[in-house]
């Protein structure tokens, strides 16, 4: 139903974003979205005139496209993928004014596959590098690739090494890797949610960087940089 809604959104876009008044089923469906209780942010799609200093935007509330000033947000660089038409768009407005905006997240962009490396570390690094050979230190040392997948309809998944407690054999160890399941944005923040059967509180992320191929993301302990997996394209 949701990939049905946003092919009308797609197939009708230009007509939205022209003078010409909106026609209603359109407007029914945009008008279906709902933001989570407390979610301050404008979700929309971009419109064609959008230009470095305004950004044209329709709503998915099923109102007339709204034009917001983007200067300030693009000269401090708080323009978090750069919009194209009909890319969905996360709008966060300044508490001063209702048209400046103050940050955008391109959801087209975002979504997708999201990877980074990891490098072990040895269980008993004195002892296993006096009695394992370098050449062999090297191999149980390698690098392995964790990924993030973000999908459409706020699905989550994660791929890569799973920390097995009773995994007692190997002399390294992987950082664990958290699982997570579904993911949406929060007022700006991307809020990832873990497997419910593990019973573990979301984790929510503040995006300090978002291109075509990188994106980081600025933890409560720490900060992670991904790159764009090849096997999965979109536009800056």
């Known amino acids: ?19 010409k008044p909106q026609p209603k089923p359109l407007s029914q469906a945009i008008s279906a979205f709902r933001n989570l209780p407390g979610d301050s942010t404008v979700y929309g799609l971009a419109c064609d005139g959008s230009t470095d200093s305004i950004l044209i935007l329709l709503p998915l509330t099923g109102t007339d496209p709204d034009t917001f000033d983007i200067i300030n947000a693009f ?5 978090m993928g750069r919009p194209h038409i009909g890319d969905r768009l996360a709008v966060i407005l ?5 048209r400046e905006v103050l ?5 087209s962009t975002l979504t ?19 009695v394992i050979p370098d050449s062999i230190l ?3 040392l390698a690098p392995r690739e964790y990924s993030l997948r973000l999908r459409d309809g706020g699905i989550a998944l994660t791929f890569g090494n799973y920390q097995q407690k009773s995994n007692t054999m190997s002399p390294v160890d992987y950082p664990a890797l958290k699982r997570y399941t ?18 573990e509180a979301p984790d929510t992320a503040t ?25 999965k394209t979109t536009k800056q």
């Open 182 to 199: 579904q993911w949406h944005l929060y007022n700006g923040r991307l809020v990832l949610v873990p497997d419910s059967a593990r019973s």
């Open 138 to 140: 090297q191999r149980l």
């Open 1 to 19: 139903m949701k990939k049905a809604l946003f092919l009308l959104f797609a197939c009708c876009l230009f007509a939205a974003c022209g003078k």
């Open 94 to 98: 300044s508490n001063d004014s209702a």
């Open 103 to 107: 940050t955008t997240i391109n959801i």
């Open 112 to 130: 997708g596959q999201w990877s980074y490396m990891v490098t072990p570390t040895l269980r008993h690094q004195e002892e296993a590098s006096r």
């Open 207 to 231: 995006i300090v960087l978002l291109r075509r191929d990188s994106l980081v993301l600025r933890f409560n302990d720490h900060e992670q940089a991904y790159y764009r997996n090849k096997q």
């Open 75 to 79: 000269q401090e660089h708080r323009l």
